[in-house]
């Protein structure tokens, strides 16, 4: 029994001794276990081949923004280490001899790579990955634009956004060709303010630089071309006065400046010169003096036109239309269309409208020999002085009074005569 027991605390301690290692080293050290990394691996580069000689390795996906890798392929079949292009959102067009890689659509899930080689362009869509969260600007964003050749090794870069119409002329070499890079030297810029060069010989015009279609205008040797803008805006004119027409409205050097503005139109009239004698007509004060015709026709309408007849005799009335409205500008009234006065009165008119005796006297109508009827009768026929005398019904009455009394008084003379000798 005694032996038994013995041999029982005997295994029991032996087993407590074996244990007691293995039990430490659980809380010490934890046996080693295989680890798994959390971060996520890379997306796997889809491979095409865009030739024989090149291939591209492409990555999209919603961690990844797009990348291209264009890589040369050895004639056995290995590919260079060293990347020939290299493409992303920030830099989505790189040339490399003659041949012009691009990362179309690089703001979007689904971007595309096109390859333009020998003319002819090939695209290879990238995988589906995630658009960009904000439009990320190309490094030649501003200065980018439609690019035409213009000769001479020359090419213009149309562009038309929130500056306004614009032609960069940059020399480029003459090996160039449609899709070779064009960001290179500046040799001159066409603009709203700037319309008109010349360089290598060739002269340069921006035409229609205010409206919203403006056209590059090239001209060598005679022969012009000319290469359309994209289509912008309109400039918003710096003036809404319109240029000044001048017309001679009469004898003595008398003329009248035209003008149209958001008031209407308007005519200062003068005569030898703007400091001897001057008049203005506009929609307030459309009608001249009595010593001529001359009025504004239309004064509320969009197309007013100026009458003037200052001399007499059978000369026909004649007219002049005002300048238009600058475009972009509106007129502060509003605008009717009234009936055009083509004859003056047949009444002359016995009140002035408005000009002093001074201004009627220094009109070159009043140096005339004959009398002109005033109002708007000047436009009828001119009456010598007698004539003019002779019909005066007035004067007519007063002259046949006096001769009945002469006539009486002869009468009476003879009366007193007879009786005295009789």
């Known amino acids: ?86 493409l992303d959102r920030g830099h989505t067009k790189q040339s490399v001899q003659g041949t012009v890689f691009t990362l179309t659509k690089a703001e979007t899930a689904e971007p595309v790579l096109t390859v333009f080689e020998n003319g002819v362009t ?45 032609a960069w002329i940059r020399y480029v070499g003459p090996q160039w060709k449609q ?13 709203r303010r700037q319309t008109t060069g010349a360089v290598n010989g060739v002269s340069l015009k921006l035409a229609k630089a205010d409206t919203a279609e403006p056209v590059l205008v090239v001209t060598e040797g005679g022969a012009s071309k000319s290469y359309p803008l994209p289509k912008g805006k309109a400039a918003t004119p710096s003036s809404c006065v319109s240029e000044v027409k001048h017309v001679t409205v009469g004898a003595g050097g008398m003329t009248a400046d035209l003008t ?36 504004i026709i239309n004064p509320n309408s969009a197309q007013p036109v100026l009458n003037w007849k200052t001399q007499g005799g059978d000369v026909p009335i004649k007219s002049a239309s005002f300048p238009a409205l600058p475009e972009g500008c509106t007129f502060e009234y509003k605008v009717t269309q009234e009936q055009t006065d083509t004859k003056p ?9 408005g000009v002093t005796t001074q201004t009627q006297a220094q ?31 007035s004067t007519t009455l007063a002259a046949g009074a006096g001769l009945l009394a002469i006539v009486a008084a002869l009468g009476a003379t003879v009366l007193r005569r007879r009786r005295n000798h009789g």
């Open 345 to 353: 009165a047949a009444k002359p008119s016995s009140t002035t409208t």
């Open 122 to 166: 090939t695209s290879f869509p990238l995988p589906k990955g995630k658009a960009a969260a904000a439009p990320a600007p190309s490094e030649d964003d501003r200065y980018a634009g439609q690019v035409v050749s213009i000769g001479n090794g020359m090419v213009a870069v149309l562009r038309n956004k929130a500056e306004g119409p614009e």
């Open 1 to 86: 029994m005694r032996t038994a027991l013995r041999t029982s605390i005997v295994t029991a301690a032996l087993a407590g001794a074996m244990l007691v290692p293995a039990a430490g080293s659980a809380f010490a050290a934890p046996a080693p276990q295989a680890v798994t990394s959390t971060k996520a691996t890379a997306s796997q580069a889809k491979r095409v081949a865009i030739n024989k000689h090149l291939v591209a390795d492409m990555i999209n996906s919603a961690t990844e923004a797009p990348s291209v890798k264009v890589f040369i392929v050895n004639e056995d079949g290995t590919t260079r280490p060293k990347a020939l292009a290299s």
């Open 363 to 393: 009109t070159p109508v009043r140096a005339q020999t004959a009398v002109v009827p005033k109002g708007s009768v000047a436009a009828g026929a001119e009456l010598p002085v007698e004539t003019v005398a002779d019909t005066d019904d």
């Open 260 to 295: 149209m503005s958001p008031k209407g139109p308007k005519a200062f009239v003068y005569s030898e010169g703007p400091g001897d004698w001057t008049l203005t007509l506009d929609r307030s004060y459309p009608k001249g003096p009595d010593d001529y015709y001359l009025r």
């Open 179 to 191: 899709g070779d890079p064009y960001m290179v030297r500046v040799l001159t810029v066409l603009n």
